[in-house]
């Protein structure tokens, strides 16, 4: 089989009704991304950071995979796939995947404040007085602004496998994320959904600009990558 590779964003959650935090002017739910979203943010005030990402959770709770994402699932009848997100929801396993890797971390997921190994699913509210078997306080398992990415290098070693690229929901123009299509292989076929597509010269490769929506798109491609799938 060969290998796909997805690069999924924001945009694809949204079509289920999830949240894409940033609005129009910059802020995240009318919080400055400093607050809710950085290392510095959560030592300030962990009350305000919890009450954010439990607000998230809730609302992902309540919404359901879309046809986008099912059909990022069926293509593993035909290809090798592997979804790699920016994405904290779970979506995408719920939709049908079963090989995810997520950049940004997991909103369903909490860890140790003492050992980032300690990692624990979490589906309800957490509070400051939580804690491990060991005593530790606990915190979103959520990678902000200013924290390494732990999982980019295995993303990019991934995506330097790939006969075919889907770029979908997201303009990669936010790095480390933005980098990873530069690890595309020369010959890899690469399609670019979204309504309103950044300029792909940025990429400094061919690609297929698809204009449309998560679930629009993936229609609008389907047809050439079962052909792909059969060469």
Known sequence: MKKLVILSGAG????????TFRDSNGLWENHDVQEVASPQGWRANKELVLRFYNDRRRQLLECEP?????AIAEL???FNVTVITQNVDDLHERGGATDVVHLHGELLKVRS????????????????????????S???HIVWFGEMVPELPRAAELVSTADVVIIIGTSLQVY??????DYAPSEAVV????????CTQSFHRNIQVIPASATEGMKIIWGELMELSAD
Do not use: F
């Not at 694809?12 to 949240?19: P, R």
């Not at 399609?191 to 950044?198: K, L, V």
């Open 113 to 136: 404040e003492e050992d980032d190994a300690l990692i624990y699913d979490w589906h309800t509210d957490l509070t400051v007085n939580d804690r491990n078997d060991k005593g530790h």
């Open 191 to 198: 399609y670019y959904i979204d309504p309103r597509p950044a």
């Open 138 to 140: 606990l915190r979103p």
């Open 176 to 181: 480390p994320a933005a980098s990873l299509i």
């Open 66 to 70: 879309n046809d986008a994402h099912r």
């Open 12 to 19: 694809i959650s949204a079509e289920s009704g999830i949240s």
């Open 76 to 78: 593993e009848k035909y």
